[in-house]
């Protein structure tokens, strides 16, 4: 990946934003070349090096294909308690991978297919939803850049591959 300036890029769990500058910065005394990435209503200055490791391209036809299958899949739900879950739902959305955030987002509706199904009018504790909704909304905004579709179209799709035959 280049990192050029004006290119868009993900940055794990904070989203998708834009290289604003490319430029040589004193860091801890030395000289480093940095990036400067503009998310919604946050600048973020990072040494290039770790701008290699922490900032990927937007989701490829392919990984799109990836993320679908993996919205339609109803594997087997992690079973560990609600803390153990947690956290290692907590690690993909911090490693925020467009199949990862598909992977929460898959497990989160069925976790509420499965609660619904038996009669459970409970929702997801707020803690579960609200990761769950996070993902999403990641999963989402890069879908809608990725296709060059409006959000509310992004969210349709998502919807569509989460459908389940009555």
Not at 49 to 56: G, H, I
Not at 106 to 131: F, M, V
Request: charged share 35%; glycine share 6%.
């Amino acid at each position: 990946m280049k990192l050029a300036v004006g290119d868009l890029v993900v940055y794990g769990n904070h989203g998708i934003g834009r290289i604003a500058a490319r430029r040589e910065q004193e860091v801890l005394g030395e000289p480093q070349e940095v990036i400067v990435l503009e998310l919604d209503e946050l600048r973020v200055t990072l040494p290039l090096e770790r701008a290699r490791t922490q900032l990927r391209p937007l989701a490829n036809g392919a990984e799109l294909r990836r993320v679908g299958e993996a919205l339609r899949d109803d594997g087997e739900l992690n079973s560990s308690n609600w803390l153990a879950r947690r956290r290692e739902t907590l690690e993909k959305l911090i490693g925020a991978t467009p199949v990862e955030l598909a992977q929460i987002v898959s497990e989160g509706a069925q976790r509420e297919r499965l609660r619904s199904a038996n009669g459970d009018k409970r929702q997801l504790s707020p803690s579960e939803r609200e990761i769950f909704t996070k993902a999403r909304k990641l999963l989402s905004d890069e879908i809608a850049l990725a296709l060059d579709i409006q959000p509310t179209a992004a969210e349709s799709w998502i919807d569509r591959h989460l459908e389940r035959p009555a």
